[in-house]
Protein backbone atom coordinates (compact mmCIF):
# COMPACT_ATOMS: atom_id res chain seq x y z
CA UNK A 1 0.00 0.00 0.00
CA UNK A 2 1.49 3.50 -0.84
CA UNK A 3 1.53 6.20 1.20
CA UNK A 4 -0.50 9.37 0.27
CA UNK A 5 -1.48 12.24 1.49
CA UNK A 6 -0.77 15.74 1.17
CA UNK A 7 0.68 16.33 4.55
CA UNK A 8 3.92 18.76 5.81
CA UNK A 9 7.01 16.95 5.61
CA UNK A 10 8.04 18.40 8.77
CA UNK A 11 4.55 17.08 10.39
CA UNK A 12 5.65 13.73 8.53
CA UNK A 13 8.88 13.59 10.12
CA UNK A 14 7.48 14.44 13.79
CA UNK A 15 4.89 11.66 13.32
CA UNK A 16 6.92 9.05 12.26
CA UNK A 17 9.72 9.71 14.55
CA UNK A 18 6.50 9.63 17.45
CA UNK A 19 6.14 6.06 16.12
CA UNK A 20 9.48 4.96 15.86
CA UNK A 21 10.12 5.84 19.69
CA UNK A 22 6.81 4.49 21.03
CA UNK A 23 7.67 0.80 18.74
CA UNK A 24 10.87 0.73 20.82
CA UNK A 25 9.51 1.97 24.16
CA UNK A 26 6.52 -0.26 23.89
CA UNK A 27 8.33 -3.58 22.18
CA UNK A 28 5.16 -3.66 19.58
CA UNK A 29 5.43 -3.52 15.52
CA UNK A 30 3.28 -0.89 13.97
CA UNK A 31 1.48 -2.86 11.34
CA UNK A 32 -0.34 0.15 10.16
CA UNK A 33 -1.10 4.02 11.21
CA UNK A 34 -3.01 6.66 9.50
CA UNK A 35 -5.01 10.38 9.98
CA UNK A 36 -8.50 9.32 11.22
CA UNK A 37 -10.19 12.92 11.72
CA UNK A 38 -11.14 15.91 9.82
CA UNK A 39 -7.56 16.25 7.61
CA UNK A 40 -8.77 12.49 6.27
CA UNK A 41 -11.82 13.32 6.24
CA UNK A 42 -11.66 16.67 4.06
CA UNK A 43 -12.71 19.46 5.58
CA UNK A 44 -9.85 20.63 7.86
CA UNK A 45 -9.28 23.80 9.63
CA UNK A 46 -6.09 25.51 9.24
CA UNK A 47 -5.33 24.65 13.54
CA UNK A 48 -7.10 20.84 13.40
CA UNK A 49 -4.37 18.57 15.14
CA UNK A 50 -3.43 15.42 13.58
CA UNK A 51 -5.36 12.34 14.65
CA UNK A 52 -3.05 9.81 14.33
CA UNK A 53 -4.21 5.92 14.49
CA UNK A 54 -2.29 2.49 15.17
CA UNK A 55 -2.67 -0.81 14.84
CA UNK A 56 0.17 -2.87 16.65
CA UNK A 57 1.41 -6.21 17.15
CA UNK A 58 3.15 -7.40 20.23
CA UNK A 59 5.60 -10.61 20.48
CA UNK A 60 3.45 -13.82 20.75
CA UNK A 61 4.10 -14.42 24.32
CA UNK A 62 2.28 -11.42 25.26
CA UNK A 63 -0.92 -13.60 24.07
CA UNK A 64 -0.37 -16.28 25.65
CA UNK A 65 -1.26 -15.50 28.71
CA UNK A 66 -5.04 -15.68 30.87
CA UNK A 67 -4.50 -12.47 32.13
CA UNK A 68 -6.26 -9.43 30.83
CA UNK A 69 -4.16 -6.59 29.97
CA UNK A 70 -4.57 -3.43 28.47
CA UNK A 71 -5.48 -3.81 24.41
CA UNK A 72 -4.54 0.48 23.81
CA UNK A 73 -1.63 2.83 23.88
CA UNK A 74 -2.68 6.49 24.30
CA UNK A 75 0.36 9.04 24.22
CA UNK A 76 -0.93 12.47 25.90
CA UNK A 77 -2.69 14.81 23.64
CA UNK A 78 -1.54 18.28 22.77
CA UNK A 79 -2.82 20.66 20.50
CA UNK A 80 -0.90 19.14 17.34
CA UNK A 81 -1.06 15.63 17.99
CA UNK A 82 -3.50 13.21 19.14
CA UNK A 83 -2.25 9.63 18.94
CA UNK A 84 -3.45 6.49 20.31
CA UNK A 85 -3.85 2.65 19.19
CA UNK A 86 -5.10 -0.84 19.17
CA UNK A 87 -3.52 -4.35 19.54
CA UNK A 88 -4.13 -6.68 16.26
CA UNK A 89 -6.38 -8.72 18.54
CA UNK A 90 -8.79 -5.70 20.03
CA UNK A 91 -9.15 -4.43 15.96
CA UNK A 92 -10.06 -7.64 14.88
CA UNK A 93 -12.60 -8.13 17.46
CA UNK A 94 -14.09 -4.55 16.62
CA UNK A 95 -13.89 -5.41 13.11
CA UNK A 96 -15.99 -8.25 13.54
CA UNK A 97 -18.33 -6.33 15.17
CA UNK A 98 -18.58 -4.13 12.36
CA UNK A 99 -17.17 -1.14 14.67
CA UNK A 100 -17.34 2.05 12.09
CA UNK A 101 -14.21 3.23 13.48
CA UNK A 102 -11.38 0.89 12.29
CA UNK A 103 -13.57 0.31 8.73
CA UNK A 104 -12.87 4.35 8.92
CA UNK A 105 -9.17 3.98 9.46
CA UNK A 106 -8.28 1.31 6.94
CA UNK A 107 -9.95 3.70 4.03
CA UNK A 108 -7.91 6.28 5.29
CA UNK A 109 -6.36 8.27 2.37
CA UNK A 110 -3.46 9.35 4.52
CA UNK A 111 -1.41 6.78 5.35
CA UNK A 112 1.57 7.26 8.15
CA UNK A 113 3.12 3.96 8.02
CA UNK A 114 2.37 0.71 6.87
CA UNK A 115 4.74 -1.72 7.97
CA UNK A 116 2.09 -4.97 6.44
CA UNK A 117 -0.67 -5.58 3.91
CA UNK A 118 -3.42 -5.71 6.62
CA UNK A 119 -5.49 -2.43 5.40
CA UNK A 120 -5.49 -4.18 2.52
CA UNK A 121 -6.58 -7.40 3.99
CA UNK A 122 -9.69 -6.45 5.96
CA UNK A 123 -10.61 -4.11 2.79
CA UNK A 124 -10.34 -8.09 1.09
CA UNK A 125 -12.73 -9.36 4.05
CA UNK A 126 -14.93 -5.74 4.56
CA UNK A 127 -17.42 -6.84 1.73
CA UNK A 128 -18.27 -10.18 4.05
CA UNK A 129 -17.80 -8.76 7.49
CA UNK A 130 -19.37 -5.52 7.58
CA UNK A 131 -22.71 -5.29 8.90
CA UNK A 132 -25.05 -2.65 7.60
CA UNK A 133 -27.33 -2.35 10.66
CA UNK A 134 -24.32 -1.71 13.24
CA UNK A 135 -23.32 0.76 11.11
CA UNK A 136 -25.86 2.87 10.94
CA UNK A 137 -26.94 3.05 14.52
CA UNK A 138 -23.23 4.04 15.04
CA UNK A 139 -23.05 6.82 12.33
CA UNK A 140 -26.89 7.89 13.12
CA UNK A 141 -26.11 8.14 17.16
CA UNK A 142 -23.30 10.36 15.75
CA UNK A 143 -25.64 12.71 13.60
CA UNK A 144 -28.26 12.41 16.59
CA UNK A 145 -26.40 13.74 19.01
CA UNK A 146 -24.12 16.33 17.79
CA UNK A 147 -27.88 17.78 16.05
CA UNK A 148 -29.11 18.07 19.75
CA UNK A 149 -26.50 19.09 21.57
CA UNK A 150 -24.78 21.58 19.17
CA UNK A 151 -27.10 22.85 16.39
CA UNK A 152 -30.20 24.07 18.19
CA UNK A 153 -28.97 27.60 18.87
CA UNK A 154 -28.98 30.88 16.86
CA UNK A 155 -25.45 31.10 17.06
CA UNK A 156 -23.76 27.58 16.32
CA UNK A 157 -19.91 26.15 16.12
CA UNK A 158 -19.49 25.82 12.26
CA UNK A 159 -17.19 22.20 12.72
CA UNK A 160 -20.64 20.86 14.16
CA UNK A 161 -22.18 21.15 11.36
CA UNK A 162 -19.39 18.92 9.70
CA UNK A 163 -19.36 16.13 12.84
CA UNK A 164 -23.48 15.99 12.09
CA UNK A 165 -23.32 15.75 7.79
CA UNK A 166 -20.64 13.10 7.25
CA UNK A 167 -21.95 10.41 9.89
CA UNK A 168 -25.58 11.35 8.71
CA UNK A 169 -24.34 10.60 4.88
CA UNK A 170 -22.92 7.26 5.93
CA UNK A 171 -25.84 6.10 7.42
CA UNK A 172 -27.72 7.31 4.19
CA UNK A 173 -25.21 5.56 2.61
CA UNK A 174 -25.17 2.36 3.89
CA UNK A 175 -29.02 2.43 3.43
CA UNK A 176 -29.16 2.48 -0.03
CA UNK A 177 -25.81 0.45 -0.63
CA UNK A 178 -26.07 -2.11 2.18
CA UNK A 179 -22.04 -1.56 2.58
CA UNK A 180 -19.76 0.16 4.70
CA UNK A 181 -19.43 3.95 3.44
CA UNK A 182 -16.63 5.67 1.72
CA UNK A 183 -14.18 7.87 4.83
CA UNK A 184 -13.86 10.91 2.44
CA UNK A 185 -16.64 13.83 3.11
CA UNK A 186 -16.60 14.61 -0.92
CA UNK A 187 -17.25 10.75 -1.63
CA UNK A 188 -20.76 10.96 0.16
CA UNK A 189 -21.84 14.06 -1.38
CA UNK A 190 -22.57 11.86 -4.12
CA UNK A 191 -25.70 10.44 -2.08
CA UNK A 192 -27.26 14.21 -2.86
CA UNK A 193 -26.31 15.04 -6.44
CA UNK A 194 -30.02 15.76 -7.35
CA UNK A 195 -30.05 18.39 -3.98
CA UNK A 196 -27.96 21.31 -5.27
CA UNK A 197 -29.59 23.39 -2.79
CA UNK A 198 -28.04 21.34 0.08
CA UNK A 199 -24.70 21.06 -2.08
CA UNK A 200 -24.77 24.94 -2.36
CA UNK A 201 -24.65 25.75 1.64
CA UNK A 202 -22.35 22.64 2.39
CA UNK A 203 -19.99 23.99 -0.27
CA UNK A 204 -20.14 27.78 1.34
CA UNK A 205 -19.61 26.28 5.09
CA UNK A 206 -16.51 24.61 3.26
CA UNK A 207 -15.22 27.76 1.99
CA UNK A 208 -15.60 29.30 5.33
CA UNK A 209 -14.37 25.86 6.87
CA UNK A 210 -10.62 26.22 5.11
CA UNK A 211 -9.53 29.69 6.69
CA UNK A 212 -11.68 29.64 9.90
CA UNK A 213 -10.26 28.33 13.29
CA UNK A 214 -12.10 25.35 15.11
CA UNK A 215 -13.41 27.78 17.79
CA UNK A 216 -15.28 29.73 14.43
CA UNK A 217 -19.27 30.48 14.97
CA UNK A 218 -22.18 30.76 12.26
CA UNK A 219 -25.27 31.60 12.26
CA UNK A 220 -27.39 28.53 12.32
CA UNK A 221 -28.49 26.75 8.35
CA UNK A 222 -31.92 26.48 8.90
CA UNK A 223 -32.03 24.58 5.38
CA UNK A 224 -28.86 22.29 6.81
CA UNK A 225 -30.53 21.60 10.12
CA UNK A 226 -34.02 20.30 8.34
CA UNK A 227 -32.04 18.41 5.96
CA UNK A 228 -30.27 16.86 8.44
CA UNK A 229 -33.28 16.00 10.62
CA UNK A 230 -35.18 14.56 7.67
CA UNK A 231 -32.70 12.04 6.88
CA UNK A 232 -32.57 11.49 10.80
CA UNK A 233 -35.92 9.98 10.06
CA UNK A 234 -35.52 8.10 7.25
CA UNK A 235 -32.43 6.36 8.07
CA UNK A 236 -34.44 5.62 11.82
CA UNK A 237 -37.58 4.04 9.90
CA UNK A 238 -34.88 2.17 7.42
CA UNK A 239 -32.71 0.96 10.01
CA UNK A 240 -35.31 -1.45 11.51
CA UNK A 241 -36.27 -2.73 8.28
CA UNK A 242 -32.60 -4.59 8.47
CA UNK A 243 -32.05 -7.91 10.34
CA UNK A 244 -29.71 -8.40 12.56
CA UNK A 245 -26.58 -10.56 11.84
CA UNK A 246 -23.47 -12.04 13.28
CA UNK A 247 -20.34 -12.66 11.46
CA UNK A 248 -18.14 -16.28 11.23
CA UNK A 249 -14.57 -15.52 12.87
CA UNK A 250 -12.60 -18.05 10.61
CA UNK A 251 -10.94 -15.20 8.60
CA UNK A 252 -10.58 -13.23 10.86
CA UNK A 253 -8.81 -15.81 13.34
CA UNK A 254 -6.53 -16.93 10.50
CA UNK A 255 -5.47 -13.33 10.44
CA UNK A 256 -4.29 -12.73 13.39
CA UNK A 257 -3.03 -16.33 13.67
CA UNK A 258 -0.95 -15.43 10.80
CA UNK A 259 0.72 -11.98 12.17
CA UNK A 260 0.42 -13.17 15.63
CA UNK A 261 3.10 -16.53 14.25
CA UNK A 262 5.25 -13.89 12.53
CA UNK A 263 6.24 -12.67 15.87
CA UNK A 264 7.38 -15.06 17.48
Same mark, same amino acid.
Given at each position: ?????????????????Q????A??E?? *??? +???????????F??????Y??R /????????? +?? =? $?????D??D???N??L???? @?D?????K?????N????? @??????????? =?NLA?????????? +??????????????? %?????H????????K???????? $??A???I *?????? !? !?? *????L???I??????L???DR???????A???T? $?S???IL %?N??????? %?C??A *?????????DS /?????? /??K??????
Amino acid at each position: MNIVGEIEIDIQTTISAQLQQLAIQEQI *VIL +YACESGSRAWGFPSPDSDYDVR /FIYLRPLEW +YL =S $IEDRRDTIDLPINSLLDING @WDLRKALKLFKGSNSVIYE @WIQSPIIYQAN =SNLAQELLDLATSC +YHPRAGIYHYLNMTT %NCYREHLQSATVKLKKYFYALRP $ILAAKWI *VQYQTC !P !PM *VFSALLTLISDRQDILAEIDRLLTIKATANETTT $ISVSQIL %NNFIQAEIN %NCELA *VKLIPKHDNDS /FALNNL /FKKYALSSS
